[in-house]
């Protein structure tokens, strides 16, 4: 944690952003596919133990992000990067359709980053 003290504070906090949503995007639909035939309540509890490294990745990124971005910034920069590693999950891990809406939904929020960052865009 210590490199990161050091990072721009932007991108370290996309850094661990990445990492968290690796383990989120597990957590919310590994189970599908790895657990379809468990109970609910195992699904539930293998999630929770996967979701707990999820936040040790996402409180120290939204804690430094914060320190340079404000709240809105941080979830429409969260909400990028979980659309980045939902798409790919669901067509490579899950065997999910690749569809254009994925593109429109990746449109709509590329005019979410505009309208959240413009007054450091001038």
């Known amino acids: 944690m210590r490199a990161l003290a050091k990072m721009n504070p932007i991108l ?3 850094g661990l952003l990445l990492c968290s949503n690796v383990f ?3 957590a919310w ?3 599908l596919r790895e ?3 468990k109970p609910w ?4 509890l293998v999630s929770w133990g ?6 040790l990745f996402q409180v120290p990124a939204n804690r430094i992000g914060y320190t340079e971005l ?3 910034q941080l979830k429409v920069m969260q909400e990028v990067i979980t659309l980045s590693i939902f798409v790919p999950f669901s067509v490579m891990y899950l065997k999910e359709p690749l569809k254009l809406d994925y593109l429109w939904a990746g449109l709509c929020l590329v005019g979410a980053v505009y309208f959240m960052f ?5």
């Not at 996967?50 to 936040?55: D, G, R, T």
């Not at 413009?118 to 001038?122: F, G, I, M």
């Open 118 to 122: 413009r007054d450091r865009l001038v």
């Open 24 to 26: 989120m995007t597990f």
């Open 35 to 37: 657990l379809n035939n």
């Open 29 to 31: 639909y590994a189970h």
């Open 70 to 72: 404000n709240v809105g």
């Open 50 to 55: 996967i979701a707990l490294l999820e936040y």
């Open 41 to 44: 309540v195992i699904a539930a």
């Open 12 to 14: 370290a906090s996309i």
